[in-house]
């Protein structure tokens, strides 16, 4: 069964660190471009960040850059996000997606995860 | 950056209507355009990718098109399980992959 699993949310304080997971499986993770998208409580969706199969290009919306990191392992099947210098407006259940296509990033992204709650509050 | 223009942001309509929900982008994005729908407390669903080719598995009732920067969400005959937000997303560049705002599909 194709899968992920996000895990690593929780309560943090404004200024803090969190490393999110997503535990890949039951397809050929190394293939696909993955991307963590939001959503904020009563809010919609927000693309965060994007990864390409190899690790070679990463990319971030603006809000983010420079706070957060995405990176892959591929020997473990797993796409983290590193976030520092967390605000309250980064509160949202973070999702972990995987891309359509193999080797493509343009056909929407057709696996997600449950989702992990990260709450930024003091 | 390229922006995502959703409209309507909610929509009253009963069992058995044609629903349309439309997103209109700042600038062309070819047709590297999707779809979801996402109910509560749960992940979106992809529907429709490159702006009209059905997911497999999603009911024929769903499909896509598009008219130069405008595209078009259509459900021909809602059934109580389309009851739902629906997102639009471009992926025409590396990034951002912006989504619109959402439209709230509610029960008339």
């Known amino acids: 069964e194709v899968q992920l699993v996000e895990s690593g949310g929780g309560l943090v304080q404004p200024g803090g660190s969190l490393r999110l997971s997503c535990a890949a499986s039951?397809?050929?993770?190394?293939?696909?471009?993955m991307s963590w998208v939001r959503q904020a409580p009563g809010k919609g969706l927000e693309w965060v960040a994007n990864i390409k199969q190899d690790g070679s290009e990463k990319y971030y919306v603006d809000s983010v850059k420079g706070r957060f990191t995405i990176s892959r392992d591929s020997a473990k099947n797993s796409l983290y996000l590193q976030m520092n210098s967390l605000r309250a407006e980064d509160t949202a259940v973070y999702y972990c997606a995987r891309s359509r296509w193999p080797f493509h990033f343009q056909y929407g992204m057709d696996v997600w995860g449950q989702g992990t709650t990260v709450t930024v509050s003091s | 950056d390229i922006q995502m223009t959703q409209s309507p942001s909610t929509l009253s309509a009963s069992v058995g209507d044609r629903v349309t929900i439309t997103c209109r982008a700042s600038q062309s994005i070819s047709s590297w355009l999707a779809w979801y729908q996402q109910k509560p407390g749960k992940a979106p669903k992809l529907l429709i990718y490159?702006?009209?080719t059905l997911e497999s598995g999603v009911p024929s009732r769903f499909s896509g098109s598009e008219s130069g920067t405008e595209f078009t969400l259509t459900i021909s005959s809602l059934q109580p399980d389309d009851f739902a937000t629906y997102y639009c997303?471009?992926?025409?560049?590396?990034?951002?992959?912006?989504f619109g705002q959402g439209t709230k599909v509610e029960i008339k």
């Open positions: 039951g397809f050929t993770f190394s293939s696909y471009w």
């Open positions: 997303q471009q992926f025409n560049s590396y990034s951002p992959w912006t």
């Open positions: 490159k702006a009209s």
